[in-house]
């Protein structure tokens, strides 16, 4: 499992955060996190949790655990670790030095198109989850499930 993981991350750096601000002391820690990488000019990719069911359960099968604890960040694949480790490594000047070959000028620039959240609603059906067939024998409208999207309604950003 871990293997796909580092194939799958490689050459990235990879930030799970959520978008919730309910849980203010998380969603300033995923912040946070998500601040001191940029300053670095870090590029990240960053998968909110609470945006996509696959990444809840990506981070739980990462973390061995079922509890969802974000931030967490990853390089290549391997754990680095939660916001107090990122802090305790950016003063140290430890993070720096580790993610020095993902430095990248154009870091800061966020994605046109998704805003930098990764994914969109979903063009077949507007983010409804509904696709609409007509059934040719009656006049009738048949709502079926879409299948070119998740739970809600949302697609990967075609442009990150």
Known sequence: LQQNYKEKDAGKVVVY???MGIVRETY?????????LRTLLVKFE?????????????????????????PQVFVEGQHVGDADCIER??????????LKPYKCLESSFTCKTCGGYRLLPCP??????????R???????????CMNCDEVGLVKCHNC
């Open 17 to 19: 955060t959520t978008s």
């Open 28 to 36: 300033t820690k995923c912040a946070n996190v998500k601040q001191i």
């Open 46 to 70: 960053e998968r909110d949790v609470f945006m996509s069911s696959d990444y809840q359960q990506e981070i739980k099968d990462r973390m061995q655990s079922e509890a969802i604890q974000v």
């Open 89 to 98: 490594l950016n003063e140290s000047g430890e993070l720096r030095k580790m």
């Open 124 to 133: 077949s059906c507007g983010g409804s989850k509904k696709s609409i067939h």
């Open 135 to 145: 059934n040719h024998f009656t006049a009738e409208f048949i709502a079926l499930k």
